[in-house]
């Protein structure tokens, strides 16, 4: 079973950028469409972009052109750098690897992002 731990989030000002890390322990993760999610507090949790095993990328519409969602198969890992962010992009940030509506792996902490002046 793939362990995921998501780390790299912070308290930033608007406009300033992040990089995200998710390292996944285990084999199955350069096999699997990966993706980065958030959850807001009240809010249910959302998929913010994906990526496939090819490279391909998809983005959620509020964050195109900031975010960049990418991989590394050889050090299991994925990234995704976040420029020009904004308070709405305050959550707890989550990687996974999406099937249908559900996801292959047992969800890990998160990591925080604050966006606050």
């Known amino acids: 079973q793939v362990q995921l731990v998501e780390s790299g989030g912070g308290l930033v000002q608007p406009g300033g950028s992040l990089r995200l890390s998710c390292a996944a322990s285990?084999?199955?993760?350069?096999?699997?469409?990966m993706g980065w999610y958030r959850q807001a507090p009240g809010k249910q949790r959302e998929v913010v972009a994906r990526?496939?095993?090819?490279?391909?990328?998809n983005y959620a519409d509020f964050v195109k052109g900031r975010f960049t969602i990418s991989r590394d198969n050889a050090k299991n890992t994925m990234y995704l750098q976040m420029n020009n962010l904004d308070t709405e992009d305050t959550a707890v940030y989550y990687c996974?690897?999406?099937?249908?509506?559900?996801?292959?792996?047992?969800w890990g902490q998160g990591t925080q992002v604050t966006v606050s002046s």
């Open positions: 996974n690897a999406p099937i249908g509506i559900g996801v292959h792996f047992v």
């Open positions: 990526i496939t095993t090819s490279g391909s990328t």
């Open positions: 285990g084999s199955g993760f350069s096999m699997k469409e």
